[in-house]
Structure formats: C-alpha cells, structure tokens
C-alpha cells in the first residue's frame, strides 16, 4: 500500500484534479439535502451541543456546504436573518489538522480503497496490513529510539495513555529495583500548558489561565513549572530557567516520574514559542533525575514548527512522544504514543500489559488515510510549503505589532498569531474575518492561524489583511 501511495504523493503533490483544479479549488457547491440553511441551522440549534458552547446561550454557528482544498463554502444568519454564502480561506486547518486541504485526492482514494476492502476490525488479538506499515513508518519517522507504537483515537487519548505508560513504567522500576519505595505518581507540566480536555489530560493543562478550573477538584494536582523563555531569549535568561527547574524537580524528585511538554511551541495555551535550549536543558535535568520526558507534538508534529518534531529544533530525543492532529491529513481522528523499547520492554516484563484498549484503536481507515497522509508529506514537499508559508505570514504581517490594542504578533513556522490586551469577542472576530472571505476560530486575547500548508501567497495575505481588520475594530 505504502507505495502505491507514495507513487501518488508524486504524482497529486499537493494538488487537485479535474474540475476542481480548474475552478481554483472552489468547486461546484454539492448541496446534501434540500434543506435551507435557515432549517439546518435551526435545527442544529435545538439538538447539537458545540463545542466550548452553551446551549442557552449559543454562539453562532456557520452551515458548511462544502470544502475543497484551502476553502469552506460557508452558509450563515446574520443578526437581522439575511442568509449570507460565501467561499472562505479556512486559516485553522480545521483545528490545525488538514495539512494537505480539504478532498485531497491521494486521502480520498486511500480512504475509498480501504472502505472496500476493511474499514474496521477489533485490534485486541487482531492486527491487519494499514496498521502494520503505519507503525513501520512512525518509527522510521520519529526520532531516534523512538520505535514502539501504541495507536489511539484522539490527541487527548494519546495524551490519557503516555501519562498511564509514565506511571507504570516508574511502578515496573520500582518492582525491578526491589527497594520498596513508592511509585511516584506526579507527571510535571508548564505553566501555559494544554494536553488535552479528559481528566488526566486537564490535570497537566494550566491550572490558571486553562479551560478547566472548575474541575479542579475531580483531577489529579500536578506540579508546574514555570513557562520557559521566548524562543529568542539570551542564555543568562535560559540558564536561569534551567537551573530553577533543576531545583524545583530535585526538590520533587521522590514523587514526580515524568515532565510533560508541548515542545517548542505551546498551542491552545497561547501560541506561545519558546526557547530549544530551555528545551535542551530540561532534557538533561529528566535524565540525571531518572525522570521520563514526554513531547506532546499533537500539534506541533509533521512540520508545523519547520522541522518534522518540534524536539527537532533542540535535537532533543522524549522517552514518549503522542502524535495527532495531522497525521490522517484531517480526514479522520486518529493519534498515536510511540516509546522507546526501553519504556515499552521495563512495562512489559516487570507489570504486564499497558492497560488501554479504545474499541477503534488501529482503525483500518485511519491507518491507511494515515499512510497517504504522510506520504504526501514525505514526498510533497512539506518543508518548502511550511517556509512559503512562514515566509509570506512575514511579509504580509509587517505592521501588524503596531496596531492599536496588539501586544504581539508572533510567527512560528506555518502558524501565526495576533495577541491583544483584551480578550477577544468571537462573533465581532469571526464577522470581520468573514468579511474579508477568511474563517477564524479566536480564543482568549488570540486571533492566530494554523493553515493548511498548501495556502497560497494571496491566501496568506488574505490571512493577514482579514487580522489587521480585527485589530483596527478591537483596538478601538
């Protein structure tokens, strides 16, 4: 399959065919039903819960008609009932997932093929071709020793399962040393932190500025470390987060068994780039306290920050790294935990089984959009795509940190973000966006994007005009 595969990464690259290449990417709307916008929406209303929404209180949704590569045939409702169509830029990727664009040809057609012949098999005692060349090639992929692969259905899954696999691997230590200390059972995190919204995922997400303060009771209590420097900081600033880090995890060193990050980039936390020698640092402080390291690169995996692994930039090797988000190319939620066989061989000879099984783990389809997902970024080009991007986000937003209201316009690799002083209103955000044929998805004092990585020059631009708008309102 894998060639095959490749085979057609060459040939579609980053493409579309037929009809669809020649409107541009916003082909014909297909409509589904025919249902108004006016009853889909209503209905919508009175049965779906959104979500980070309220059901009395609902914030507007906006009817997608269709998708084709870097666009979202919207349909909405403005505030007076006018319906309102438009083509719009997606600049989240569909939450930072599709890399290669809506309907790509090479995903769909392994998605079609694999339908036909297995679209799903239990994974306890069973195992199949897709799931077989997907694990080959995450451990070709992943940095070096990283080779056991435990495939989950969602980044918050694989976020559940890397903090059970840090646990019990400290529990099969403490078996192999026959000491009889004490399991440490603390996974360390940063401030500014999020892994994910189920309980033991919320337990290393910031406690403060995160989304889930009023569970703070229901979930473990972790320690935190405090943000690391700015990507661009001086090492007298970096040394000095090093070694109050190193004090801070010595002090704690009989209880905490992991440190869990979002390498270099933290994502729904605040866009936030920080330095890879504080990175390089922490490495080194886990190894001297016998302390696993965990790379979250849910979103910062396959090329988002311009290397592969954000670990890349500070040539750091996790003992677990998950990985989601993109790795189907957005077509269906799947993730994966990949371990060093020292993590994976000291679980299984002295506890056993890891104990998780998701009933859709190792799903055929996911496995073989997977595949085509990544051939398309193995031989499509992913790095000249991510600088373009990078590059044109540049350009295009020079002046941004100068608008009224902007504390900081930040670029980080194929991503991009505009912060304020004050929190930004999601309707009036959204509103704006759309008036300049761009789709956004704000969050706190954030207006970023993440796009597709097969985003035009102009698209960028469009990006980046549609923010200088915002600020101009918000600023005033």
């Known amino acids: 399959m894998s060639t095959q595969l490749d085979h057609e990464a060459n040939v579609a690259g980053r493409g579309l065919t037929g009809d669809a290449a020649a409107s541009g990417g916003a082909a014909s709307a ?22 980070y929404a309220s059901t009395t209180t609902p ?53 079609r093929r694999q339908a036909a012949e297995l679209p799903h098999v239990m994974f306890g005692g069973l195992t199949h071709e897709p799931a077989i060349e997907l694990g080959e090639v995450l451990a070709e992929l992943a940095p070096a020793d990283l080779n056991r692969v435990f495939l989950a259905d969602s980044g918050s899954v694989s976020v559940e399962v890397a903090l059970k696999m840090a646990r019990q691997y400290d529990i099969a230590l403490t078996r192999r ?19 994910g919204d189920t309980l033991g995922a919320m337990s290393v997400s910031d406690p403060v500025t995160g989304m889930h303060a009023m569970y703070a009771g229901a979930i473990p209590q972790q320690p935190f470390l ?31 068994c992991a440190v869990i990050v979002e390498p270099i980039l933290q994502g729904a936390g605040g866009m936030y780039a920080w330095s890879p020698a504080a990175l390089a640092g922490l490495r080194r402080i886990t190894r001297n306290l016998d302390m696993l390291l965990i790379a979250d690169e849910i ?6 920050t311009g290397q592969l692994w954000g670990c890349d930039h500070a040539r750091v090797v996790p003992d677990i790294m998950t990985v989601g988000k993109a790795m189907t190319g957005g077509s269906l939620t799947q993730a994966a935990v990949i371990a060093t066989e020292q993590v994976a061989g000291t679980i299984s000879e002295y506890t056993g089984a890891l104990m998780h099984g998701p009933t859709f783990m190792g799903n055929p389809l996911a496995c073989a959009a997977s595949l085509a997902s990544i051939a398309l970024l193995r031989h499509g080009g992913w790095r000249e795509q991510v600088n373009r991007v990078n590059r044109a986000f540049i350009e ?14 930040r670029v980080c690799g194929a991503s991009a973000s505009l912060e304020f002083d004050q929190p930004v209103s999601i309707p009036v955000a959204t509103s704006i966006g759309l008036e300049h044929g761009v789709w956004f998805r704000p969050f706190g004092r954030l207006v970023y994007s993440l796009p597709p990585y097969v985003c035009t020059d102009d698209e960028i631009a469009r990006i980046c005009a549609a923010m200088a708008a915002i600020a101009e309102a918000t600023g005033q």
């Not at 006018?82 to 719009?88: P, S």
């Open 396 to 409: 295009h937003g020079r002046g941004l940190n100068e608008m009224p209201g902007v504390t900081q316009f």
């Open 59 to 111: 914030t507007p949704v906006h009817l997608v008609r269709d998708a084709n590569r870097t666009l979202l045939d919207l349909e909405w409702l403005d505030s007076e009932g006018t319906t309102h169509r438009q083509w719009v830029v997606d600049a989240m990727a569909s939450w930072w997932c599709m890399l290669h664009g809506y309907r790509n040809p090479v995903i769909v057609e392994a998605l």
């Open 177 to 195: 040393s026959g000491t009889g200390r004490s399991p440490r059972t603390k996974i360390a995190a940063l401030f500014g932190a999020y892994h």
């Open 226 to 256: 405090r943000r690391p420097p700015v990507w661009d900081a001086g090492s007298d600033e970096v040394d000095a987060w090093i070694d109050e880090v190193d004090d801070q995890l010595c002090a704690a060193r009989d209880e905490v």
């Open 30 to 51: 297909r409509v589904l039903s025919g249902r108004s916008a006016r009853e889909l929406l209503a209905s919508d209303q009175a049965h779906l819960w959104h979500p």
């Open 299 to 304: 979103a910062t995996g396959f090329g988002r």
